[in-house]
């Protein structure tokens, strides 16, 4: 069983950057590998990124390509979510969690967070 907790989501103005937290619980974080995911007002959840156990390997969704980092310190069992260039589009609650290898699709993640808001202002 894995507990995931998420943070550092807020309000924030266009053109500005937050940077998300998923702190995970157990120590088997290093076998999982990490998503992202966000589910915007009136929308279906949708994929972000992703990123290996190892972190060697990334994906991000097109529309945030060029503009969020993932990463993820096995040691400190967190995953992080750098969003910078922030649009008023990119607002959302942000969903953290975890699986067996690096996926796109929802249902390949055993495990997942409450969600932090994500306010983007115009």
Sequence with gaps: ?????????????????????????????????????????????????????SGNNVYYADSVKGRFTISRDNAKT???????SLKPEDTAVYYCAAGRSLATAQEQYDYWGQGTQVTVSS
């Excluded at 967190?78 to 910078?84: G, I, R, W």
């Design 78 to 84: 967190t995953v992080y979510l750098q969003m910078n």
């Design 1 to 53: 069983q894995v507990q995931l907790v998420e943070s550092g989501g807020g309000l924030v103005q266009a053109g500005g950057s937050l940077k998300l937290a998923c702190v995970a619980s157990g120590r088997t974080f290093s076998t999982y590998a990490m998503g992202w995911f966000r589910r915007a007002p009136g929308k279906e959840r949708e994929f972000v990124s992703a990123i290996t156990r």
